[in-house]
């Protein structure tokens, strides 16, 4: 099963761009997000502070993922 | 309380992310409303410093589908609680100097009260729930990331 993960800001600077996951089926967000801190350790501190959205709606961790699923994850917030 | 005279008015609600420098001028033209007997317009503008240094301009990111969505059910939000004839919210993307406007709010109403609330809500929700971000650039060439927003899980 694929994941795209779409990260943004200061995310990027960890992960860059984009990055593709492998997963089995059944695993959630919290999987992912796991997954994604031991891949980029750097990255653990930012990923704790982060919201998941999947279809422009944000998601919580216990979600399961779908195939070929686009997971965008977004740091806190620093606009205005 | 809305008042039934108005229920069938259409309303100016804009939620915007752009590219492009806000024009404020423009901004209040398609706010203007006859009904209204005040505008109340908050511009958060680039300041030449952040953190003890000397900032060259900003660069905002955003995830735009899901700001202009938040953006959109704030606005929303604030006309439930209070009287508004027109409402604008535009934020930017992109590179943002020294001076220029990042973000712009607009409320039109009846009375001033309605106005000033509605406008200090929207612009604090917006700063703290849209997937917005930016970075700082300053003058002896460094950048840092904005970090308005130490919160999590809202």
């Known amino acids: 099963m694929k994941a795209?993960?779409?990260?943004f800001a200061v995310l990027k600077d960890f992960l860059g761009p984009e990055v593709s996951l492998e997963l089995e089926t059944g695993q959630s967000v919290k999987d992912v997000l796991s997954i994604l801190r031991s891949n980029y350790p750097a990255a653990s501190d930012v990923l704790n502070t982060c919201r998941?959205?999947?279809h422009e709606e944000f998601v919580s961790q216990d979600v399961q993922v779908a195939d070929n699923e686009h997971i965008y994850i977004l740091p806190p917030s620093s606009g205005g | 309380m809305k008042s039934t005279l108005l229920d069938t008015e259409i309303l100016t609600n804009i939620a915007q992310v752009t590219n492009e420098p806000i024009n404020l001028q423009e901004l209040l033209a398609r706010a203007e409303d006859p009904k209204a007997g005040a505008a109340v317009i908050f511009s958060g503008t680039v300041r030449n410093h952040s953190h003890g240094?000397?900032?060259?301009?900003?660069?905002?990111?955003a995830y735009i589908p899901m700001a202009e969505k938040i953006v959109k059910s704030v606005i929303e939000d604030a006309?439930?609680?209070?009287?508004?004839?027109?409402?604008i919210c535009m934020h930017r993307v992109g590179s943002v100097a020294v001076g220029e406007s990042a973000v712009v709010v607009i409320t039109c109403s009846s009375h001033r009260d309605d106005a000033y609330k509605a406008n200090r809500y929207i612009i604090d929700r917006v700063k703290h729930e849209a997937p917005i971000?930016?970075?700082?650039?300053?003058t002896d060439g460094?950048?840092?990331w904005g970090h308005n927003c130490g919160c999590f899980g809202h």
């Open chain 1, 4 to 7: 795209t993960i779409h990260p």
């Open chain 1, 52 to 54: 998941v959205a999947i």
């Open chain 2, 53 to 61: 240094k000397s900032v060259s301009h900003l660069d905002y990111e």
């Open chain 2, 79 to 87: 006309q439930k609680q209070w009287e508004l004839h027109s409402v």
């Open chain 2, 133 to 138: 971000w930016k970075k700082e650039f300053f």
């Open chain 2, 142 to 144: 460094s950048s840092e």
